[in-house]
C-alpha cells in the first residue's frame, strides 16, 4: 500500500498551463503503475493519464493527447501530470491512483477499480 497526495491545482485561464504533483509514501514506488483520473460535478470519474513503473509506457486519453503529458521521478516518489492548453472542459478534482505491477490494456488501466490507492484529489478550474 501507498498512500498518495496531490498538489499543484488552482484556477487558470483557457490556453494556460499548470503542473500537477503526486507525491507517494513508501519504498516501494517503483513497482507501482500510476494514473491520473478526474472527476467534474455531477460526472463520473474518469481516466485521463497512465504511466508504467519505469515509466517506458505512458497512456492518455482521447480528449487530453496532445495537451498533457505524465511523468515519473522514481528517486522523488513522485508522478506528474503537466497540462498545457487547458480548456473549461478540463475543470475538474484531478486524482492519483496506484496499483501494484503492469497494465496494458485500456480495460485495466482506464478503469478505476482496477487501482487500489487513491489520493484525496486537487481542484482543477479552467476559466473561459
Known amino acids: 500500500q501507498v498512500q498518495l497526495v496531490e498538489s499543484g491545482g488552482g484556477l487558470v485561464q483557457a490556453g494556460g498551463s499548470l503542473r500537477l504533483s503526486c507525491v507517494a509514501s513508501g519504498r516501494t514506488f517503483n513497482r507501482y503503475a500510476m494514473g491520473w483520473f478526474r472527476q467534474a460535478p455531477g460526472k463520473e470519474r474518469e481516466f485521463v493519464a497512465h504511466?508504467?513503473?519505469?515509466?517506458?509506457?505512458?497512456y492518455y486519453a482521447d480528449s487530453v493527447k496532445g495537451r498533457f503529458t505524465i511523468s515519473r521521478d522514481n528517486a522523488k516518489n513522485t508522478v506528474y501530470l503537466q497540462m498545457n492548453s487547458l480548456k473549461p472542459e478540463d475543470t475538474a478534482v484531478y486524482y492519483c491512483a496506484a496499483v501494484r505491477g503492469e497494465m496494458y490494456s485500456y480495460s485495466t488501466y482506464g478503469t478505476t477499480t482496477e487501482y487500489d490507492n487513491w489520493g484525496q484529489g486537487t481542484q482543477v478550474t479552467v476559466s473561459s
Open positions: 504511466i508504467s513503473w519505469s515509466g517506458s509506457r505512458k
